[in-house]
Every structure is written in C-alpha cells, then in structure tokens.
C-alpha cells in the first residue's frame, strides 16, 4: 500500500538520511533583480517548510547544509546576512520542541559569537531526548575539517595510550565525526544545477544516492521532494556487493 500525504503518493521505502546542500540562493535573487541576501532569506523559508514536510511525512534524520568552512570568502556583508538569519532562526527553535525533533549544530561552532554558540549547545541539550526525528544543522561546516579535527583528537588518544594505533578501525574514525550518533547519508540533494558535493558529510556521503535538480533552492518544494524520494526508491543500491 502505497504511503499518501497531501494527496501525493509517497514510496513505501525512504531513506533514513537526507542530506541537503541548499544551494541557488544568490541566483534566485539575481533572477529577480534583487540582492543576495533576498535569495537567503526566502532560502530560509524553503528550509523551514521542507523541515516540517519531512517531519510530517516520517523522516528520521535530515540533514542541511547551511554555511561551510568556505563560505567566509564571501562578502562580510553576505556572510554576516547569513549568520543574522542563523541567529534569528536559533531564536525561534524552540517551536520545533513542541514536534519532538531532536536538533544537532555540526561544524566548529567556535568561530560564532559567544552568545549564539552556547545557544546551539543549549538547544542541543535540550533536545537530546527527542526521538521524532533528528534535524542536523551544518554551520562552519567543511569534511575535511571534520576529518582533519577526528584525526586530531584520536591522535591525542594514542599519544595518551587509550588507543592502540594498530586497533584503529572505521569505526573509530567515524565515531569521532560529528555525526557519531547518525546514520551515513543515504540520499544527498542537491538543487541549482551544481553537480558536486563542496566539502558536505564526505566520509558520511561514502555510498549515498546523488539526486540533482536544476530547481534553485528557494523554490524548492515538497513536490520536488517527493520526486527525489520516488527516484531513491527505485535505485539498486548495492555497497560494492551484487
Ligand atoms: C547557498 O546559496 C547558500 C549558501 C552557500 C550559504 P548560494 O549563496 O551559494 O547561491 P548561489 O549558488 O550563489 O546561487
Ligand atoms: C555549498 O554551496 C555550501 C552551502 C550550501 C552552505 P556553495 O555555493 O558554497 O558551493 P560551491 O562554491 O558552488 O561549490
Ligand atoms: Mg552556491
């Protein structure tokens, strides 16, 4: 029996991760004659509303990608945009309590104002409990920075002798990512025509599924959703075996 919501037919298998790199902001904008910062702020709008639908619909852990190590080579006025609606966006997560959805903040919160990282550390707190769904947030984001910083501190464990270099695993370097917790990425989105992955979860997108739409992200929608989750479910996933 096929799954329905909205009067849209949804597939009977979803994946347990959706990554997604909202990506097409500054482009939006541009099309419309309007700064880049427009395109943020509506992109801003597109997240909550695919947030909310995944909920509804049963996801349970999702993934965005919302400013990356990067992303400071951009105009300070842009980024300093991008981090005011991160700020407002904090401000207002509480909502989220009420639908039981467990938020994360991934990256290296350190380069935030005070303030604004012990919010997400208290948001992270408080949530930790809820199971409804979890919605990871990558602020600062970069893999390689993520890699770099589980090399570090694992480094430090052999240097201190509670790991045994010959002992490390897979298993070992994931479990110092800060994805610990969650399942690898199974199906990764990415919108605005860009066929890459910019430095996104890159140990955890190992074998995710790739879907790419030319859709800019501020028109991103449910229906374009559905029809990335329609796609997913067709794919033969394999994982090297036959
Ligand atoms: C994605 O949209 C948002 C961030 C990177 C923060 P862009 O700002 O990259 O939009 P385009 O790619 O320039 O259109
Ligand atoms: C990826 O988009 C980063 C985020 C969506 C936060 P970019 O726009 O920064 O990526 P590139 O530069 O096109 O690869
Ligand atoms: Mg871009």
Request: aromatic share 12%; charged share 30%; hydrophobic share 40%.
């Amino acid at each position: 029996m096929a799954k329905e919501k909205n009067n849209m037919s949804l597939p009977d298998v979803f994946p347990r991760h959706i990554g997604f790199i909202m990506d097409g902001n500054g482009r939006w904008a541009k099309k419309r004659h309007m700064p880049r910062t427009f395109g943020h702020v509506e992109g801003a709008k597109t997240f909550e509303k695919i947030v909310r639908y995944c909920r509804d619909i049963g996801i349970e852990c999702i993934s965005f990608y919302a400013f990356s190590t990067e992303n400071w080579k951009r105009s300070s006025d842009e980024v300093k945009a991008i981090i005011n609606l991160l700020r407002q966006y904090i401000a207002r997560a509480r909502d989220y309590f009420v639908d039981e959805t467990r938020m994360v903040f991934i990256g290296d919160k350190s380069a935030f104002p005070e303030d604004m990282r012990q919010q997400m550390i208290d948001i992270e707190n408080e949530t930790r409990d809820f199971d409804k769904m979890t919605l990871i947030i990558a602020v600062n984001y970069g893999g390689r920075d993520e890699i770099k910083n589980a090399a570090k501190q694992i480094a430090r464990k052999a240097l201190k002798g509670e790991i045994d270099p010959d002992q490390i695993t897979e298993e070992t370097v994931a479990a110092h990512l800060y994805t610990s917790e969650f399942p690898d990425v199974d199906l990764l989105i990415r919108p605005s025509g860009e066929l890459r992955i910019s430095n996104y979860l890159i140990w955890q997108c190992a074998y995710a599924e790739f879907y790419f739409s030319d859709v800019l992200w501020p028109d991103f929608m449910p229906e374009e959703l559905n029809k990335a989750l329609h796609e997913y479910a067709g794919r033969s996933r394999r994982f090297g075996g036959v």
